[in-house]
């Protein structure tokens, strides 16, 4: 974990549990451009999630980040679960 990350987590008020989810993470990185990825979470608290990317976010970047729904698990809807923050403006390919 980095300096800035290490400094980051002592300062969070929630419980962090770790868990591996698969995770599509989409948003902009440090230099602007659009991406999107597929990866896995490495633990979630109520209000965040932590993963690895092969890209360069910036720390406050806005991201989408969808759990996929997981074949043969019921759930109430068959619907992906969103948590969605404003994107960066330029278009997604």
């Not at 991201?63 to 969103?82: K, N």
């Amino acid at each position: 974990m980095s300096p800035v990350s290490e400094s980051i987590a002592r300062k969070r008020s929630e419980r962090r549990i770790a868990v591996r989810l698969p995770l599509r993470v989409r948003g902009c990185d440090a230099r602007g451009f659009s991406f999107e990825e597929d990866t896995a979470s490495e633990n979630l608290c109520r209000s965040g999630a932590a993963f690895r990317t092969r890209f360069d976010v910036a720390i406050g970047s806005n991201l989408e980040i969808r759990i996929p729904a997981q074949a043969g698990v019921p759930r109430r809807e068959a619907q992906d679960l969103r948590h969605r923050e404003k994107l960066c403006t330029s278009v997604m390919g």
